[in-house]
């Protein structure tokens, strides 16, 4: 458990430390800060009854930020350590392979919510300025939160994956993004006009991002996508582990 | 405290160790010393646990590397080739971070980092960030973070390689005086850093050990000895007469060197002082000796001589 919490600690060190981090938390900061403008822009137009929550992920700026962040932050997780040869040190220390894997996991995870943090000052603005008190409520807050948490885990342990199969950081978050946004893309062909007929239909609707962000931003905790994304994050961080397993005794 | 029994190591199409065998005692200095491309740096991997052998066995304190390597890694203190270390830390930082990383209580560590840092001598740059540091420090860092667990094993990968000689000198002296209370495996194809650091010498090359031992086994093994220089005037037939029949000559040469000299190089069996003798013989005869020197055979002498056998029995 010690090893693990060091890791994490480094990792955590090694963002902030260096620009990435700060780059990373102004990237998400100006996207969010452009969707919120264009939130703001809608809702003096047309008002609506929706969650404001609900309103921001219908945004392209959201699926832009997951689909960048994820690549930018977990390209260095392995593939750097093995370009600097700090992987060498770590690996000869007396850690477990799936402590070195969990720990970058969740250093990458912590970056990640630390980035998505402005998020709810923006909402708690927005329900200020709102006479209805029923646009923001805790439950929502915490569903989005909650969503963006398991989404996000799902994109992190694929760049975690890639970063340890890739040589070089850039093919890494390459393969991450692309992962990714064939993720999305399969998403958006369950909303297409004429959907799939038969269980091709129903397993595009199951596997739907797009859908499931927006109900848990609607404040609908359906334990299915829970499952579905917790499932995929602990399939991606296993083999992760397989493939650091195995470059170690190959 | 090293125990490697016919340990092999293939890359995909090219084998790097073939069949090695040796063992280290606990406690001293061993150079593992051979040409760029020996099989030091992959039988350093090897014993740190980063990379498996591809048949052999492999011991370390007791455990093997492969089905023990935890228990290995908890042992071990590895400084690799090219000493990376994470350049956007401070000096303290790391080393303390290290320490954490290899299960250290954190007093242990307090007392420990503050150790390492006195005896590498990095006190003045303790509070510095690693990428600002000259390389001379760099090495000192890699090598405190080596020392900082109080390992029961060193394994330094070419530890002066890229140093100016002052830096080489110092970082020479840190090595020699971790030999009294640890067990250090130093990787080099530097001949002067095993001669001065090693108490005892693995030969290797082309991923085979061609000769281990302490430094004048190894000498007198490789029929080392030593050599006498001599020149004297004096009748060619006679002084061969008289070279054959001294006892612990093993071979010798004469050619003459002009104004009436002749140049001999002789070849003393161990154990054996044949100055006396010579100056001896040349009084007894009147012969005018002006030159008589003794050169001892380094280890670069017979590293040279093990490595150009070896390639010739392989052409």
């Known amino acids: 458990m010690q090893a693990y919490l060091v890791l994490v600690r480094r990792e955590l060190g090694a963002y902030f430390v260096s620009i990435t981090g700060y780059l990373l938390v102004s990237m998400v900061l100006f996207l969010v800060g452009l969707s919120f403008v264009d939130i703001l822009g809608k809702l003096n137009v047309e008002p609506t009854d929706a969650p404001i929550t609900e309103q921001f992920f219908v945004t392209v700026y959201f699926w832009m930020i997951l689909l960048l962040t994820a690549p930018v932050m977990t390209m260095r997780t392995f593939a750097f350590e093995r370009s600097a040869g700090t992987y060498e040190a770590l690996m000869t220390s007396p850690v477990n392979d799936w402590q070195v894997v969990l720990a970058k996991f969740t250093g990458s995870q912590l970056v990640y919510l630390i980035a998505w943090l402005p998020l709810a000052f923006y909402l708690v603005v927005v329900s200020q300025f709102s006479n209805d008190a029923s646009i923001l409520n805790i439950r929502t807050l915490a569903s989005t939160f909650g969503g963006l948490l398991l989404i996000g885990s799902v994109f992190i342990s694929m760049g975690c994956l890639a970063s340890a199969l890739a040589r070089s950081q850039v093919i890494a978050a390459v393969v991450t993004y692309g992962l990714g946004l064939g993720l999305f893309l399969l998403s958006l062909r369950s909303l297409m006009e004429t959907p799939a007929e038969g269980w091709t239909g129903d397993l595009l609707q199951y596997v739907s991002m797009t859908e499931h962000m927006e109900a848990f931003a609607r404040g609908a905790m359906d334990t299915r996508p829970m499952v579905l994304y917790a499932s995929l994050t602990v399939f991606f961080l296993f083999l992760t582990t397989r493939i650091v397993e195995f470059r170690r005794w190959k | 405290m090293i125990e490697v029994i016919g340990l092999r190591k293939e890359y995909p199409g090219c084998p790097a160790v073939g069949d090695v065998s040796f063992t280290v005692p606990a406690g001293g200095i061993v150079g593992l010393l051979g040409p760029n491309g020996a099989g030091k740096s992959t039988i350093l991997k090897i014993l740190s646990g980063y990379m498996p052998g591809t048949h052999g066995t492999v011991r370390v304190a007791g455990f093997d590397v492969f089905h023990q390597s935890a228990e290995v890694r908890k042992r071990i203190g590895y400084m690799p080739e090219n000493n990376p270390l994470h350049l ?100 080099t194809h530097i001949l002067s850093e095993v001669e001065i650091t090693c108490s005892h010498v693995i030969i290797l090359n082309q991923g085979k050990v ?24 004096a009748p060619e037939s006679a002084l061969r007469e008289i070279l054959a029949t001294i006892e612990g000559l093993e071979h010798f040469d004469l050619k003459p060197v002009g104004e009436g000299y002749l140049g001999c190089v002789l070849k003393v069996r161990p154990g054996f002082d044949l100055r006396p003798v010579l100056f001896e013989m040349a009084r007894e005869r009147g012969w005018v000796l002006r030159e008589l020197t003794q050169v001892r055979q380094t280890l670069e002498d017979a590293f040279v001589r093990v490595i150009r056998d070896h390639s010739q029995d392989q052409s």
């Open chain 2, 210 to 233: 061609l000769a281990s031992g302490t430094k004048q086994n190894l000498l007198d093994g490789l029929g080392g000895g030593k050599e006498i220089h001599v020149e004297l005037a």
């Open chain 2, 88 to 187: 956007d830390m401070r000096v303290k930082d790391y080393l303390t971070f290290r320490a954490r990383l290899k299960g250290m209580g954190a007093r242990e560590i307090r007392d420990r980092v503050a150790a390492v840092l006195d005896q590498c001598d990095l006190i003045g740059v303790d509070r510095r960030v690693i990428g600002q540091l000259s390389k001379g420090y760099r090495q000192r860092v890699g090598l405190a973070d080596a020392l900082v667990a109080k390992p029961e094993l060193i394994l330094l990968d070419e530890p002066t390689i890229g140093l100016d000689p002052n830096q080489i000198r110092s970082v020479r002296e840190l090595i020699l005086s971790l030999g009294c209370n640890y067990t250090v495996l130093l990787s």
